[in-house]
């Protein structure tokens, strides 16, 4: 499974993001797909994840109600909506995949993330006046 994650730049406090993540290689409608960040000096974070049918989400509270993940199976292409954009969002953001059989996506729980076996190259999100 080959991941390419795109769409970062830079913006004001406020703003909106949308992140794309092209996938190849792989029945894309049979992965879960993940979006992290990571920020300098600091650790890797789980943003938000989306089942294969896209009917389940997960979201990190601190994203919740600002950012939106979805997907078109048809594209296979995921989707990570950033809106109300704060500096604290600043990071690297990457696209990762796990196999739909392999990880439980709901709204309280994305995981275990030793499932995800895929990784793409990220994005860089920088949220700046």
């Known amino acids: 499974v080959q991941l390419q994650a795109s769409g970062g730049g830079l913006v004001q406090p406020g703003e909106s993001l949308r992140l794309s993540c092209q996938v190849s290689?792989?029945?894309?409608?049979?992965?879960?797909i993940a979006w992290f960040r990571q920020a300098p000096g600091k650790e890797r974070e789980k943003v938000a994840c989306?089942?294969?049918?896209?009917?389940?989400?997960y979201y990190d509270p601190s994203v919740k109600d600002r950012f939106t993940i979805s997907r078109e199976n048809r594209k296979d292409t995921a989707y990570l909506q950033l809106n109300s954009l704060k500096s604290e969002d600043s990071a690297v953001y990457l696209c990762?995949?796990?196999?739909?059989?392999?990880?439980?996506?709901?709204?309280?729980?994305?995981?275990?993330?030793?499932?995800?076996?895929?990784w793409g190259k990220g994005t860089q999100v920088t949220v700046s006046s």
């Open positions: 990762a995949s796990a196999p739909a059989l392999d990880i439980v996506v709901r709204s309280s729980q994305c995981g275990p993330e030793h499932a995800i076996d895929s």
């Open positions: 290689g792989f029945g894309f409608h049979n992965l879960v």
């Open positions: 989306i089942s294969s049918s896209g009917y389940s989400t």
